[in-house]
């Protein structure tokens, strides 16, 4: 099944393992702004793919901001959930 279609099939016709893509993808489609410019802008957006192009994990994809040209990194903080846009440490 297509990442666009899990978005928009009922959560009854799901198995456990696409409940649980249906749940990141969800969070993934938010929009955050840039810490840079404050552009808002969703995952996918910043790593410019389409849904239904994306298969690996968040944190290793490449993201920019579409607005400003900054390299992103999306975060998950430990507490309180959601997830958020940083710029990299040029140090790592």
């Not at 893509?21 to 840039?34: E, I, S």
């Not at 490449?62 to 940083?86: F, I, M, T």
């Amino acid at each position: 099944m297509k990442n666009s279609e899990l978005l928009t099939t009922r959560p009854q016709d799901l198995d456990h393992a696409e409940k649980r893509r249906r749940y990141v993808l969800r969070c993934l489609v938010q929009n955050n702004p840039c810490p840079h410019c404050g552009q808002l802008l969703n995952f996918f957006e910043g790593a410019n793919i389409a849904i239904d192009d994306w298969q690996s994990e968040p944190a290793r994809t490449p993201c920019r901001c579409r607005a400003c040209g900054d390299a992103l990194q999306y975060v998950v903080p430990r507490r309180n959930g959601g997830w958020h846009w940083e710029l990299p440490d040029p140090q790592k």
